[in-house]
């Protein structure tokens, strides 16, 4: 297949898109009612039928679902299609509690690629490109997803998954990789090897394909300085089907839903309560052309804003913001919100690099929050005997946009671990605690 973008889709008219919406709603609210036990009872609980839900102006009459509705019907409970029409399972990476385990049918691998391939499209990529799948293969939805967009748009794939650092530069200069796909902290690590390995000329990379974590815009400005390339994001989970739910385009102001697949809600965390386009809240999704695991009203925990403005790209299907973190993710310190991304900002912005580790803590009744950071080589060469200023600096910076005092620490290069997937950043001691 030469050319995958669907334009007759991603252009389409608002009128046409809702109407998609309504009738595939409709079908999904049916198709979970009939086929899904645990979906029929939470329904009926909430005191909602299938002939309640019209169109999407009835979105708001069904219960929301969340990752405890997951857990609860773990591994078959919210499945809608019998196993032996499905093909595939992919799994989260979650470190706590049960895994969420996804079904998939041929329809719903095939849907998925779709999305990606919509993805790869949108950073220029066509048969001429060769993509570099460096997200993790196997039950991680990242390597499965972009390998099967890749392949749909015609790119040649190297289907490298994470990791063997030395193996991905090797390839990426020997057989001149295009496009590379990976979390954002594995290409920073990458970006930092090929700068010490000399090997920056030989790289031929266009366009990066960053997602599965958050990262901040001063993250993208320093990757696409570092690799000389166009970092675009994506956004997915694996609830939902993988990567490839959102993606930008060139404008990079905020990423697409796949709203012939998803449709999109935000709503206020605390009461439920569906917010207006624009202003900031939990993102709920509702997917409407699933088969095997179709979620109603999932509860993703990623805080952003949704936006309709016309793009330039002449994509009209609705933006999201880039995550400005989980609601889960966020840590109360002093009884004062903080997101991790807040702290990133401010060290990549003095000139420091996304190589740091949050750690919580508690003594006795307070609070304690600690930023350790490493210096670029450069700069550790340079301002070694300054140090203690440097840490002054950046905790004057931190206490400007937090409100509250952190401890910083300045680290040697190299000492804080690096990720080839989803970077772990924060270690909060005061669960240890709680346990
Ligand atoms: O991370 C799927 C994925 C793979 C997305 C590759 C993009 C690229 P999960 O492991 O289920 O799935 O994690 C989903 O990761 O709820 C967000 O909190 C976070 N996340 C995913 N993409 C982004 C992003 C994959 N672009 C969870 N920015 C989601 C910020 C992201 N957070």
């Known amino acids: 297949m030469a050319n995958y973008y669907q334009p007759e889709i991603e252009t389409a008219s608002r009128e046409q898109i809702k109407a998609w919406q309504d009738e595939r709603l409709v079908k999904t609210v049916e198709r979970v009612w009939n086929n899904c036990e645990y ?34 019907a773990y591994p078959y409970g919210l499945m809608s299609a019998p196993l032996s029409d499905c093909v595939r399972i992919q799994s989260t990476s979650g470190t706590t509690g049960k895994r969420v385990v996804a079904f998939y049918t041929q329809n719903d691998i095939n849907l998925w690629e779709d999305c990606c391939a919509r993805a790869i499209m949108a950073v220029g990529g066509t048969k001429e490109d060769v993509v570099q799948v460096a997200y993790g293969y196997g039950l991680f939805t990242g390597g499965a997803g972009m390998h099967g967009g890749s392949h749909k748009v015609g790119c040649l794939t190297l289907p490298m998954s994470s990791g063997n650092t030395e193996r991905q530069l090797q390839f990426m200069c020997d057989l001149g990789a295009t496009i590379i796909c990976c979390t954002p902290s594995y290409a920073a690590y990458l970006a930092e090897n090929i700068h010490e390995k000399g090997l920056r000329d030989q790289i031929k990379l266009k366009a990066g394909i ?32 993988g990567p490839g739910v959102s993606f930008e385009c060139e404008e990079q102001t905020g990423m697409h839903i796949n709203e012939d697949h998803f449709i999109a809600e935000i709503i206020d965390p605390k009461t439920g309560k569906v917010l207006p386009e624009g202003e900031k809240g939990e993102l709920v999704f509702t997917s409407i052309t699933k088969e095997a695991f179709p979620l109603l009203r999932y509860r993703t925990k990623d805080i952003c804003v949704l936006s309709r403005k016309p793009c330039s790209c002449g994509r009209t299907h609705i933006k999201m913001s880039k995550p400005m973190g989980r609601s889960d993710d966020m840590l109360i310190v002093k009884g004062v919100n903080v997101f991790p991304s807040q702290i990133e ?54 206490k400007a946009v937090l409100g509250i005092y952190a401890k910083v620490t300045i680290v040697e290069p190299k000492s804080i671990v690096r990720s080839e997937g989803k970077a772990v950043r924060v270690i909060d001691k005061r669960n240890l605690y709680n346990n």
């Open 39 to 72: 979906y029929k009872n939470k329904m009926k609980a909430h005191g909602v039928e299938p002939g309640d839900i019209k169109s999407t102006e009835d979105l708001w009459k069904l219960p929301f679902v969340t990752k405890d509705d997951l857990r609860d």
């Open 345 to 398: 900002m401010v060290l990549l912005n003095k000139g420091l690099t996304a190589n740091y580790q949050i750690v919580v803590d508690r003594q006795g009744h307070s609070d304690s929050i600690e930023v350790k950071v490493e210096m670029t080589p450069e700069l550790f060469s340079d301002k070694i005997n300054h140090i203690t200023e440097v840490e002054k600096e950046i905790t004057e910076a931190l």
């Open 210 to 241: 960053f997602g599965a974590e958050a990262w901040t815009e001063e993250m993208r400005r320093d990757i696409q300085a570092q690799l000389g390339l166009k970092a675009y994001d994506i956004y997915g989970l694996t609830e939902l089907s």
